[in-house]
C-alpha cells in the first residue's frame, strides 16, 4: 500500500532520527500529553488546537491500550 521507490531512504532517515532522540540530541515539542486515548481525551485535544493558542505538541500516550482492547 505504501511502497515507493524511496522507501528504503525513508527507512535510514527514521531509524536515524530514533537514534537521535533516544542519545538525547533531538527532543520533541511536545507540551502536552493526553491519556488514556479516549473520545473524550481526543475531544479535549482537538478543542485545545482549535483555540489556535497551544505551543508545541499535543501527545496522545495509551495506543497501546487500545490495542489491546481490540485484539480478536
Given amino acids: 500500500m ?3 521507490p524511496d522507501i528504503i ?3 535510514r532517515l527514521l531509524t536515524w532520527v530514533a ?4 542519545a538525547g540530541c ?3 515539542t511536545g507540551t502536552e500529553t493526553i491519556s488514556p486515548v479516549n473520545a473524550v481525551y481526543i475531544r479535549k485535544a482537538h478543542q ?3 483555540t489556535e493558542r497551544t ?9 497501546g491500550l487500545i490495542r ?3 485484539r480478536f
Fill in 26 to 28: 533531538i527532543r520533541a
Fill in 9 to 11: 531512504e525513508q527507512h
Fill in 55 to 63: 505551543i508545541g505538541k499535543i501527545m496522545l500516550e495509551g495506543w
Fill in 48 to 50: 485545545m488546537v482549535e
Fill in 68 to 70: 489491546n482492547r481490540l
Fill in 19 to 22: 537514534g537521535e532522540i533516544d
Fill in 2 to 4: 505504501h511502497k515507493t
